[in-house]
């Protein structure tokens, strides 16, 4: 059922992006992944102020799908392909991409990787991550906002927990953060080789 919605769904998630940035000579895909509260929209913003990318974010782009979301099975198939139809069309325009979504899954992961080689770009994969009582707090925080303008995520503690039970290690060459100390070197890091 998703699949015949995928092109209409990339077009309607195209449609509430921002002003893309300019086309790059060498674009490339940054991949988040970590769950709930580790700081990947925060390292997602620290990344933007370095490189000329555009943020795609799942939790925007979940509430342009579905302005009530459930978080369900179908819901995300449906979201995703949509996804990964926009961001392979993008990229295919020199627009450089940074997914800032959980990505906890090496199935789901293996689809961006297949897009990435398909095009021959450069792919950079970070996961983030943060002690549990730092998220929690980050977590509890985040409820208690009237207006979480930078944030659109609904993930409580129990998210968390039982998206835990189902993160898979990364395969791949990757970086990793811990967002409850200085991000700054591994975002040096990432924007060197990038621009290597």
């Known amino acids: 059922m998703w699949q015949e919605h995928a092109l209409s769904d990339a077009h309607r ?7 893309l940035p300019a086309p790059v000579a060498q674009p490339f895909l940054i991949v988040l992944s970590g769950l709930p509260g580790t700081g990947k929209s925060y390292v997602s913003r620290k990344l933007a102020e370095h490189l000329p990318c555009l943020i795609v974010s799942s939790d ?18 449906r979201l995703f392909a949509a996804l990964h139809i926009l961001i392979e069309d993008l990229l295919s325009k020199n627009i450089a991409i940074l997914l800032d979504a959980t990505n906890l899954v090496e199935h789901h992961r293996e689809r961006l ?8 770009l450069k792919l950079i994969i970070l996961r983030v991550e943060a002690p549990p009582e730092v998220v929690q707090e980050r977590l509890q925080a985040r409820m208690a906002m009237d207006n979480p303008s930078q944030d659109s995520s609904n993930a409580d503690f129990g998210v968390y927990l039982r998206m835990k039970a189902r993160k898979q290690e990364i395969r791949r060459q ?16 990432i924007v060197r080789e990038l621009r290597r």
């Open 113 to 120: 990787y297949c897009i990435v080689h398909r095009l021959r």
């Open 13 to 19: 998630l195209r449609e509430s992006l921002p002003e």
């Open 60 to 77: 925007m782009m979940r509430k342009s799908l579905f302005p009530s979301p459930v978080y369900d099975a179908s819901e995300n198939q």
């Open 174 to 189: 990757h970086f990793a953060v811990d967002t409850s100390r200085d991000i700054a070197p591994v975002i040096e890091k």
